[in-house]
């Protein structure tokens, strides 16, 4: 199965970490990137790859985005070991974690690692480089005002992207725009916390140990309710990983409401990424704001 990975990626990893591969099995699941697990004379990994052209520095960002959680000491986090350009391909290789079944306490470890995670704060929102959200860029540029980066890196650009594709009509976005003149009341302003920033249930392995894992983020400092919001949005967090996470980093009255309203720009993600019934859930979240 070796043969599965481009040439030029074979030779740039062999290189790198001064080994030589015997062996390679595709992972499950993923749409965007090819990947699985590499077997090496010095170990095994956990490798995936797209075309450069594509989606440019996608690996580079993600590699950063991964050191960043990986430096809080909150959660588990794959280590990176190297992400390179190969001819036409971009590569990420990282730790490979041996994956288990859910551990006595492990929506409770996740909780308390979301929490630890979330004190780690900054004096503005964003962060020094841009990044991937899925397959759709993520701009990162920082604003000292958390409506404003919302708004204006976050949802505006979704909403264009839409309405050139033809998704959404003029009607939907004269109706967000009534609802950014309303946010300033809305969203309390906090400490900008370093997020995960795609923490939906994909994205959190569980180890061999039991424990949680965190991978595939989409990295910035933000308003720490933005991931515990997408958490909700798809199900499949038990109840007591936000108890804990509440007796240690208690949430402002009214989180519950604000879920939905920070849950509209993984939402306009998917409408611009599958389209289909995501439109409705945000027709559904505005009408009952505006």
Known sequence: MVASIPSAIVQEVEAHTNSTIKGFSFASGGCINQGGRLTTSRGAYFIKWNELKKFPDMF???????????????????EVIYAGNSGSFQFLLLEYVDGGRRGRNYWKNLGLGL??????????????????????PQVNERSSSWVEFLIERRLRIQLKKARDAGRIDSGLIKKFDVLFSKLPLLLPEEHPSLLHGDLWGGNVMTTSKGEPCLIDPAVYFGHREVDLAMTQLFGGFDSTFLENYEEVYPLLPG???????????????????FGGGYKSQVVSILNRFV
């Not at 985005?65 to 959660?75: D, T, Y």
């Not at 929102?125 to 990044?131: A, T």
């Not at 879920?259 to 990424?273: K, R």
């Open 60 to 78: 580079a960002a993600e590699a950063r985005g991964l050191a960043l959680l990986r430096e809080s000491n909150s959660l588990m986090v794959p």
């Open 115 to 136: 929490a630890d995670l979330h004190k780690n704060i900054f004096n503005e929102f964003g962060l020094d480089f841009d990044n991937y959200i899925g397959s759709l």
């Open 255 to 273: 989180w519950q409401e604000r879920f939905d309203l920070y849950n509209l720009y993984p939402l306009l993600v998917h409408v611009n990424l």
